[in-house]
């Protein structure tokens, strides 16, 4: 991976594949409830990044893996390092949506 390949940052559809492989992972959409409304990855859990604070309510196994992704990638890149900070140890910050080439759900 080059220094350029880095400033693109996350690749939402290989996120998605590498959640889909990982047994037990959990997709958290951390945009708010209207957005995720309007449409989400199928599968995914939504927990809006105001609400972080809730997680062991979504996810309470710390080590359970958990992929977030939000719209382009700033809030769950936010969220990501909030639940590092509260202790869960595999969280991957997959980026945003906006590049999403799969299906949607409403």
Do not use: W
């Not at 996810?59 to 390092?81: H, K, N, W």
């Amino acid at each position: 991976m080059g220094f350029f390949d880095r400033l693109k940052g996350a690749d939402i559809n290989e996120g998605v594949r590498q959640c889909r492989e990982t047994e037990n992972a959990v997709l958290l959409d951390v945009r708010d409830g209207s957005e995720y409304a309007a449409g989400h990855i199928p599968g995914s859990v939504n927990l809006p990044l105001a609400g972080i604070d809730g997680i062991a309510e979504v996810v309470a196994d710390r080590e359970r893996p958990i992929f977030t992704y939000c719209l382009s990638g700033g809030r769950s890149g936010r969220a990501a390092a909030a639940l590092k900070a509260k202790g869960y140890t595999s969280v991957t910050n997959i980026g945003g949506i906006r590049g999403y080439e799969g299906e949607l759900e409403k």
